[in-house]
């Protein structure tokens, strides 16, 4: 068994690294080692290919240069003069098979200087760490040479499990620490009247004793004790308390924490009265917001994280379009209200969906906006996490799976195919206010899903075919004969998709209906799967049950529609649910007792 490695953390300012190679894992050596403050040298003649991070630092001169190749003689004069000249670090980055690897790193060994061979662990005296530095607070992970990869990904679980800015807190704590330190080292000071040599390290040695962690009394007046009778106190809060809670700290609970070290002489245990009188308890609990997309429509398609966010918000601001299935997913207890939406009234609504949603976080309530589809895509996101950032309130954005790629899946529409669509644009229909958005220009290649786009499809049409008086000439104009498709209420039970092209794409939907929510698509992609009827000028698709197809076992919301479908009658021959709390299947702005629209 191959013993474990000494970790240490080294102060590298000032010193010379030596770097012998020019490719990117030398950049990366010479990187590391200007961050660390230390002066890296590069040894690699000029005819070498050089990465181009280490030819942008040699030329801004943070890099030395050596055009030549690597002599023995590099190792015992390019270093600093108080070690005589010898290098303090050496890195090989030079190819494995390299002879002058094994002979490099012989000489550093004999040296004593300390050397790290890339890819050769037998090679090397000590080895890189995979690091995450936050402030003073960095940690560091190796596998021995067993492969940096895992190192790395082993790191990054590590550092994602810490509070956000922990190193803040560890500053803080430290300030603590010191300031504390001092103040005993003044009083030792002034009881004993001199400074006994090793002052410091007696405290530290204090620290490791078995009776560090007993009771100081207070009428207890040893000088040994009362020393370190704050430090100790110190030590339990790192020990015991929450990290969540450490890096919560401000200054204003750092000086708190000396005021109650300067005033209490008893060790605090955690969650004791004392702990609790260190810091102030903490500000009233402020509430989040969420943005969440609801996905297209079938409740399946809503993210895991979307799910929770339903399920344990405080208060949940949903769109007007988001559908009734997933609405059912609310739990009873959760008030919801209903975007009031409609033409003309779209500011109006947003504005008082921001001030509910204020009102409740300023409760100390989490809320969550409901949005269809994905929050980013023509769904205001920005502009809500704007308007709540201003405010001070760290905003949540969880994405949904959008109707403009996802409608076209339950079409069969592939939006993009070999030899057929390189390129999907997503465009809106209708700009802002009302104006109708600049059409995009023809590419046989090409794939345009419009979104909001049905309730002036005949404009959005001839927009796309013919010039525009308001255009100057260059933008190609779509060939009447376009396929394309009208998709409404893609992923429900009730999807209807209508094919045609852009010659009769209007006169279908005027026949047909409209059924909202829906978008058009664009593009001979809609050929792919789906060969135009001969002599029809459009077909008719109703019905989606695909995602219900995916288990054997019925789904809750599939108990319930049968169950509303066919009830149970009271005494007064009213619908009755049996089996349980679920009321009937009514739309939920109807049956949920929390939702107002």
């Known amino acids: 068994m191959v013993a474990p490695a000494l970790l240490t953390a080294q102060n590298c300012v000032d010193q010379i690294h030596l770097v012998l190679g020019s490719g990117p894992l030398a950049a990366s050596r010479c990187a590391k080692s200007l961050e660390v403050g230390a002066r890296p040298v590069v040894v690699f003649p000029e005819s070498e290919d050089v ?114 800015k922990f190193g803040a807190a560890v500053e803080r704590l430290g300030t603590v620490r010191r300031q504390i330190w001092h103040e005993d080292y003044k009083s030792q000071v ?39 009778r704050r430090m100790r106190w110190l030590s339990q809060i790192c020990e015991y308390w929450p990290l969540g809670r450490l890096a919560a700290i401000t200054d204003a609970d750092v000086a708190a924490i000396l005021q109650a070290y300067r005033t209490t002489a008893q060790t605090p245990a955690p969650g004791s009265d004392t702990t609790s009188a260190v810091l102030p308890p903490p500000p009233p609990r402020r509430g989040t917001i969420t ?78 906006r409901l949005k269809q589809g994905d929050p980013y895509l023509y769904g205001r996101g920005a502009e809500e996490v704007t308007f709540f950032r201003e405010r001070g309130y760290d905003v949540r954005v969880i994405p949904g799976i959008t109707s403009a790629l996802s ?8 939006v993009t195919h070999r030899a057929v669509a390189d390129q999907v644009v997503i465009c809106t229909g209708t700009g802002r206010k009302g104006a109708a958005p600049e059409p995009p220009s023809y590419r046989k290649s090409k794939t345009v899903v419009f979104l909001m786009a049905l309730h002036r499809l005949d404009s959005l049409v001839k927009s796309l075919t013919e010039e525009q008086d308001h255009e100057g000439p260059g933008r190609a104009l779509w060939p009447s004969s376009t396929s394309c498709a009208v998709i409404e209420r893609a992923s429900c ?70 169950l509303e479908a066919s009830p149970t009658k009271d005494v007064n021959g ?24």
């Open 574 to 597: 009213q619908p009755e649910v049996t089996g349980g709390s679920h009321p009937p299947l009514l739309h939920p702005v109807i049956a949920h007792p929390g939702i107002t629209a």
């Open 407 to 414: 409608a076209a899946t339950f079409a069969d529409i592939p």
């Open 190 to 228: 002034a009881f004993n009247g001199n400074t006994p040599d090793g002052e410091a390290e007696d405290e530290e040695a204090a620290a490791q004793k078995h009776t560090f962690n007993s009771l100081v009394k207070e009428d207890d007046r040893d000088p040994a004790v009362l020393r370190t």
């Open 291 to 368: 943005l969440a997309g609801s996905g297209p429509g079938h409740p399946f398609l809503l993210t895991i994280a979307t799910k929770t966010a339903i399920e344990t918000a405080h208060f949940i601001l949903a769109d007007k379009l988001v559908p009734a299935e997933v609405l059912e997913l609310i739990p009873r207890r959760t008030p919801v209200h209903i975007a009031r939406k409609f033409p003309g009234n779209a500011d109006a609504a947003q504005d008082e969906m921001h001030e509910l949603a204020l009102e409740a976080m300023q409760q100390g309530k989490n809320v969550l």
């Open 493 to 562: 039970p009730d999807q209807r998709v209508i094919r045609s092209t852009l010659e009769h794409v209007c006169q279908a939907v005027e026949a047909e209906g409209s059924r909202p929510p829906g978008l058009l698509v664009v593009g001979h992609s809609c050929e792919v799967l789906h060969k135009p009827s001969d002599g029809k000028s459009w077909s008719v698709e109703e019905g989606f049950r695909g995602l219900d197809a995916v288990g054997s076992t019925p789904s809750e919301f599939d108990v319930l529609k049968e």
């Open 51 to 164: 990465h181009f991070t280490l030819a942008a630092a040699i030329e801004q001169g943070r890099v030395r240069w050596l055009q030549r190749e690597f002599q023995e003689a590099d190792l015992k004069k390019l270093g600093r003069e108080e070690v005589d000249g010898y290098v303090d670090a050496v890195f090989v980055t030079l190819p494995a098979r390299d002879p002058r690897t094994g002979e490099i790193s012989s000489l550093c060994k004999r040296l004593r200087i300390p050397v790290n061979v890339v890819d050769a662990p037998h090679l090397c005296t000590f080895t890189l760490l995979s690091t995450y530095s936050d402030g003073p607070l960095q940690i560091g992970i190796t596998t021995s040479g067993n492969g940096c990869k895992l190192s790395s990904r082993i790191r990054r679980e590590i550092a994602a499990a810490l509070p956000p």
